[in-house]
Antibody, heavy 123, light 106 residues
Framework: QVQLQESGPGLVKPSETLSLTCTVSGGSISSTNYNWGWIRQPPGKGLEWIGSVHYSGTTYYNPSLKTRVNILADTSKTQFSLKLSSVTAADTAVYYC???????????????WGQGALVTVSS | SYELTQPPSVSVSPGQTASITCSGDKLGDKYASWYQQKPGQPPVLVIYEDNKRPSGIPGRFSGSNSGNTATLTISGTQGMDEAEYYCQAWDRSTVVFGGGTKLTVL
């Protein structure tokens, strides 16, 4: 059973960089069949995809966040990470990491999710 | 950018059938997935590739996708099905989520 766990600071100051790590257990992230993604949810709002990474290093980003986001995969540690720069209060959210199954050219769904980590942006 | 539109809320009586729609341009040409989210919990995948159920998801959950609309159907709705539901698709190398539908079981 694959399990994912987010970790990182729960409080980040405005203009600084938000950094989170997702540790995967029960499986390897070095599979051609999966991407590994980050999704966030502001309090009381819907889901917003941030981006995904394949173990090969290929990344996919939400165009609206692309200039501020960097997602990396560390296969040696079965972890992947998120860095979001120049944060503001609008980046306050629960951040989820998830495994994204790859199905042909158009199938991409998230089948396993972490419990989520609340990150608050405040001075 | 691609958009998916869901009704903000749907109400259903216990034991009845609930249908939640998700609309997007030529959505039927893509795979649609559906997630259930209860308060304070992460989303749970309930339908993928339009109509497939992950292991452990009850058979009362089903899905379809044609034209511009994907539909999540819950037959014999139970109180435990009360939750927020999100559709999701993959378009031009980006993940798109619908805005979510609050299902109320009255």
């Amino acid at each position: 059973q694959v399990q994912l766990q987010e970790s990182g600071p729960g409080l980040v100051k405005p203009s600084e960089t938000l950094s989170l790590t997702c540790t995967v257990s029960g499986g390897s992230i070095s599979s051609t069949n999966y991407n590994w993604g980050w999704i966030r949810q502001p309090p009381g709002k819907g889901l917003e995809w941030i981006g995904s990474v394949h173990y090969s290093g290929t990344t996919y980003y939400n165009p609206s966040l692309k200039t501020r986001v960097n997602i990396l995969a560390d296969t040696s540690k079965t972890q992947f990470s998120l860095k979001l720069s120049s944060v503001t209060a609008a980046d306050t959210a629960v951040y989820y990491c998830a495994r994204q199954a790859i199905v042909g050219l158009s199938g991409r769904h998230f089948d396993y999710w972490g419990q989520g980590a609340l990150v608050t942006v405040s001075s | 950018s691609y958009e998916l539109t869901q009704p903000p809320s749907v109400s259903v009586s216990p034991g009845q059938t609930a249908s939640i729609t998700c609309s997007g341009d030529k959505l039927g040409d893509k795979y649609a997935s559906w997630y259930q989210q209860k308060p304070g919990q992460p989303p749970v995948l309930v339908i993928y590739e339009d109509n497939k159920r992950p292991s452990g998801i009850p058979g009362r959950f089903s899905g379809s996708n044609s034209g511009n609309t994907a539909t999540l159907t819950i037959s014999g709705t139970q109180g435990m099905d009360e939750a927020e539901y999100y559709c999701q698709a993959w378009d031009r190398s980006t993940v798109v989520f619908g805005g979510g539908t609050k299902l109320t079981v009255l």
